[in-house]
């Protein structure tokens, strides 16, 4: 079955760095779209960054945009976020999402979700 794993949060102090993972299993990695979406307490699910099944990329949110770097490895099935200078704002769900459109159908899978907590 499709699996979306996510790892690497935690806690760290700003201006720190975390790098998370999302390893995907039970569908053909390589040719879904992959997007990281945050969500903090008491507002939406944004989009933080994405990439096409061609590796392409995209930062959708400006206050992210030369702080976090998303990448993909379709040997291993794994997409990359990598976060540096982070806020106290970045604090928030960090989830997985592969996507993909075929014959007028939409795929569309979420990880669980990592924590990712930034504090003094």
């Known amino acids: 079955q499709v699996q979306l794993v996510e790892s690497g949060g935690g806690l760290v102090q700003p201006g720190g760095s975390l790098r998370l993972s999302c390893a995907a299993s039970g569908f053909t990695f390589s040719t879904y779209a992959m997007s990281w979406y945050r969500q903090a307490p008491g507002k939406k699910r944004e989009l933080v960054a994405g990439?096409?099944?061609?590796?392409?990329?995209?930062n959708y949110t400006d206050s992210m945009k030369g702080r976090f770097t998303i990448s993909r490895d379709n040997a291993k099935n794994t997409v990359y976020l990598q976060m540096n200078s982070l806020k106290p704002e970045d604090t928030a769900v960090y989830y997985c999402n592969a996507r993909r459109l075929r014959f007028g159908l939409t795929y569309d899978y979420w990880g669980q979700g990592t924590q990712v907590t930034v504090s003094s």
């Open positions: 990439l096409t099944s061609a590796g392409g990329s995209t």
